[in-house]
């Protein structure tokens, strides 16, 4: 009796497993992301990754919540400098005040938007700053921090193009400095200027443009280059810090340098004697 | 210098260790890289939520009735004919805008509007060229350690200074108009006292000083002795129309009427300088 109770229930089991694995062996058979995704979970990464190496994915983070955020605050802005009567003031400024006062949770929504780019951008400068000091821009992996300079140029422009949106005085005056600092650029300068003005003043033109690049063109890129960022450093793998005793891809056996020094950092001898212990 | 072999054989030895020694990314480094995104992510909201909580719906009660800790939630509606307005850029502009400050118009305003960033940049992008060699300790990369505390440290200053730096809002500055009329003595000059008024209220402040008024911003000359530079009430009227006309580029165009450009033509032609 035990026994084919047993022998039922395992079988339900097996049908079970069965039930849920077809779907996941269907989608790998025809696409192969199962395994992409079991190779980017499982895949090695030095053992002295630290704290240090999750800056990147905060940043990523700080991004996503821009993402999000900003898909809602467009369900409810309106880039229109159109001064509507009724109330004396601008399409634009009105649905930001609608937002921030009147919309269930918009304050939630505009306040992680309009936080969230100081976070992201304080964090994309910390990332910098770690990959700086890990010399981690160094072979092979010049190109990844080459677009991760272009990520940083790119996102300060969003910062640069999302704060004209509310067209309150602080954005429209700030926005008025920085497209005539533009202008000064010798030979591109007035052209870039009139692009970014589109005509030869700021008002509703310069908004729609502004709009346009902060919620289409730049993320579009961003989110390319993260994707692309992302590529290289499964494919190369993260360098270990630095000051590490066992940092993936030292040469234990290296002369120790002539000047004697190399006791300062890394005593001599024993490291060697590591490594060497650990191939046999 | 490494040569590339070295580099090679360096990367190679890299890939052997970590497939030997490293830990799977699941769950070790992704249970720090969640606890981090979570933290990013409160951060955000507690901000959103500090800086929601203390202002008002109106921004003009920002520093009576609310504290503002964290700013108003928008300033007053963008008016481009008022211009009583403090030009400043989201905080992490401000070490540029700053650096626009230490340059004077127009003769090396351009090193710090498109020089100086331009540089930086370049060097930003071509870094992993400059530094080719294999060292990655700190104690050995004295060179790399020096540049970055000096980056850090001008950059800190820069940002710093630009949060400081004082603009005279248009409402403090027009009460120093009785002032200035009394010490360049135009009190008599209805013209030029009218002329004065639209100087103080319009922002020409924020880049301007004026008898020690206002803010040299963006290399913007003091004007408290226009009139000893010889142009004619036309030219200047024909400035202040369109500064763009003259390659000024940065002062804006502020559509002023002919009567208040007049007005402001007058005020600087009794601007002799104090005695
Ligand atoms: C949207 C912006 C960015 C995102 C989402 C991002 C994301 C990441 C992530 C998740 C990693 C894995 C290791 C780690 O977290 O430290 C990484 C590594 C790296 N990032 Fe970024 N990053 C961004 C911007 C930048 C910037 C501004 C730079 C430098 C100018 C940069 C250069 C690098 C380099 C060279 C690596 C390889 C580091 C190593 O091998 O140790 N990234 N990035």
Redesign the pocket.
Known sequence: MAVTTRTRKSARRRQLEAAINYPIDWLEERSGLIGGLRYFLFRKVPGDTNW?????????TA?LVQALTGVILAMYYQPDATVNPATGTSAAYGSIQHITNDLTLGWLVRGMHKWGASV?II???F??A???L?G??KYP??L?????????VF?MLEGFTGYLLPWDQTAYWATVVGINLNGTAPILGPFLADFLRGGAEIGGDTLSRFYSLHMLLLPGA?FA??GL??Y??IR????SPPWSREAAGTDWNEKPSENGRSGLTQPSGRSAWRRNGADT | MATTDEWRRQHQRYKEDVKRRGKPFYPYAMFH?TVMSLVVVSVIIGLAAVWYYTSGEDPKTCGSGDSCLLGPRYSEPADPATTNFVPRPDWYFYFLFYLLRIFKWPDSVILGTVGIPTVMLII?FALPFLDRRMERRLTRRPVAIVAAILVVISMGELTYKGAIAKEALASEVVQAVPSWAQRQGFANNAEAVAGAKIFASSGCTACHTYLGTGSSNQGAPDLSAEATRGKSKQQLMAYIRDPSQFGNNIMPKFGFSDQQLSQLAAFLLASKGPK
């Open positions: 240090f190496h999750t800056l990147g994915s905060a940043t990523l991004f992201f964090l994309l400068f990332h910098m770690r990959v700086f890990f981690a821009y992996r010049e990844n921090w080459i677009i991760g300079v272009t990520l940083l996102g961003i280059l993260i960022h992302l290289l450093v190369l793998g993260v360098t | 890289d930003a």
